[in-house]
């Protein structure tokens, strides 16, 4: 696995698309919406969301502006995932933001990706600034998987000391799991920067994978800059081979040979206040 939006599509757990639609099904009614809507989608990955779930949920939309920070993703999208109403861009809004975006977008959308983001003050603001008064946003976050977990103590043993440090991924992550209540806690943060939070959700679901390597597999695709970007190919081939120990104490094994783990979501929806 080499980090490439072929990997990481084809890794990908169908759950979290269909855990994405259900979660638009019930939200989108209850916005209002216009032609001349332009909505952003943070974190937008190969495109394959964006295209096949997003937008033709949207029941009013101009255009989608689907962004990453990751290059090689939105090449893919661009060529795999192309509409007339979708814009691939890369960009980190943490870094900068274009003048003429400021209070451009009606909707505001991230899919499991704004827990990778380490600076949420400065992400926010960002947030903020980009959204019209009255615009909504929602969010879902991974607030807890075992991804961390098993790469942690994969980082204890002294063959991967030089590979995986535990420090880089933990900084990876932003959302404090210390939090006695981290759905209020996050409510409140957000609230700071005129986001109003008007439904949320904090719940614990099991996502299936095929087998331990295909876990493994969107592990590197997700976070190959972290953690496997100095591993050499027999380096990673050793790696899942004593990986699959230590992955099974995290989840248990399904009667059809498939392996499921213990996520925790946190879905965030509300308005920018006027």
């Not at 216009?34 to 989608?41: G, K, R």
């Not at 615009?135 to 063959?159: A, D, N, W």
């Not at 799991?177 to 943060?189: A, G, I, M, R």
């Amino acid at each position: 696995m080499d980090g490439t939006a072929e990997d990481y599509e084809n890794s990908y757990p169908k759950f979290l698309d269909r855990y994405v639609s259900s979660s638009l099904d019930l939200l989108f009614p209850t916005m209002e919406w216009s032609d001349e809507d332009i909505v952003l989608d943070i974190g937008c990955g190969p495109g394959k969301t964006t295209k096949n779930i997003l937008l033709p949920k949207c029941p009013k939309v101009k255009k989608i502006v689907a962004i990453d920070i990751v290059p090689n993703y939105i090449e893919y999208a661009r060529k795999t995932y192309f509409d007339q109403k979708i814009e691939y861009k890369t960009q980190d809004i943490i870094q900068r933001i274009d003048l003429k975006e400021i209070g451009k977008y009606d909707k505001v959308l991230s899919f499991y990706a704004l827990h990778f983001v380490n600076d949420f003050k400065t992400l926010f603001s960002a947030v903020s600034s980009l959204m019209k008064p009255g615009g909504y946003f929602f969010f879902v976050l991974i607030t807890k998987c075992p991804m961390f977990s098993i790469v942690r103590e994969l980082s204890t043993h002294q063959e991967w000391m030089k590979y995986i440090k535990t420090d880089e991924i933990l900084a990876s992550f932003a959302l404090n799991q210390s939090c006695k209540d981290l759905e209020t806690e996050f409510n409140n943060y957000l609230s700071k920067f005129n986001l109003k939070v008007t439904k949320s959700k904090l719940e614990v679901k099991d996502v299936t994978f095929s087998d331990e390597k295909n876990f493994l597999d969107i592990t590197f695709s997700v976070l190959p800059k972290v953690i496997f970007e100095k591993m050499e190919p027999e380096v990673k081939h050793r790696l899942l081979k004593q990986a699959k120990p230590i992955m099974l104490k995290y989840g248990f094994r399904e009667s059809d040979g498939q392996i499921s783990y213990p996520y925790e979501f946190l879905q965030v929806f509300g308005v920018k206040q006027m």
